[in-house]
């Protein structure tokens, strides 16, 4: 099954510096990644997401990039503010032979800290 | 925010009990599923469902099961609760959809439920 690496575990930034997350992913097959902002007693919220057929994407602030031959994606953050600081997720998934899709498969997050 | 609904958002069991979870959406989404989250192993799926009577089984499913009888409830059942079972439960739902001939799957996430096995 699919597998995914998230790093760094913890990162700790600058107000109005830039964030830069990375995630990798094991099957080839897999063609959806989102990206979760979770804050404390609240369940994952999407926040950007990015297909097989991208290469980049930009929402505001936040930006994923994709690049499907060495298996990679990452979320990038710019002007941090407070607010950002989450725990951020990334997941992938695999199309269903069926139709559809199955679960995602998650990272294990990263603990976004925005240092006043 | 998407339609959904966990109930209960908190519950404390003895080991041996039965438990119940209910998601409930007001979407009309296809799919929904059941992930649980614990410290260092981010969410993990349990079972999910693509229509009414449709289940299948996901990366932790041992010691749960699932049953969806109509479109907007999904209900996850612990037959005999164990304390490795603790963890905080979501549910998700989506309406997989089709983009520039690409299959994607949008989950939306509900709040969550609290579960401690003593």
């Known amino acids: 099954g699919e597998n995914v690496e998230q790093h760094p575990s913890t990162l700790s930034v600058q107000e109005g510096d830039s964030a830069v997350i990375k995630c990798t992913y094991s099957?080839?097959?897999?063609?959806?990644f989102p990206w979760y902002k979770q804050e404390l007693g609240k369940g994952p919220q999407l926040i950007i997401d990015i297909r097989s057929n991208v290469g980049e994407k930009k929402d505001q602030r936040i930006a994923v990039t994709l690049n499907k031959t060495a298996k990679h994606f990452s979320l990038h953050i710019t002007e941090t503010q407070p607010e950002d600081s989450a725990v951020y997720f990334c997941a992938a998934s695999t199309p269903h032979s069926g139709g559809g899709a199955d679960g995602l498969t998650f990272g294990k997050g990263t603990h976004l800290i925005i240092q006043p | 925010d998407a339609g959904i609904t966990q109930s209960p958002r908190h519950k404390v069991t003895e080991t041996g009990t039965p438990v119940t979870l209910r998601c409930h959406q007001t979407?009309?989404?296809?799919?929904m599923y059941w992930y649980r989250q614990d410290p260092g192993h981010g969410l993990r799926l349990i079972h999910y469902?693509?229509?009414?009577?449709?289940?299948d089984k996901g990366e932790v499913s041992d010691g749960y099961s699932v049953s969806r009888s109509k479109t907007e409830d999904f209900l996850l059942t612990l037959e005999s609760a164990t304390s490795s079972q603790t963890s905080v439960y979501f549910c998700a739902i989506s309406e997989s959809g089709q983009g520039f001939a690409v299959l994607y799957n949008e989950q939306f996430f509900g709040p969550g439920t609290r579960l401690t096995v003593l």
């Open positions: 979407e009309n989404h296809r799919y």
């Open positions: 099957d080839s097959a897999s063609n959806y």
């Open positions: 469902s693509y229509g009414v009577k449709d289940t």
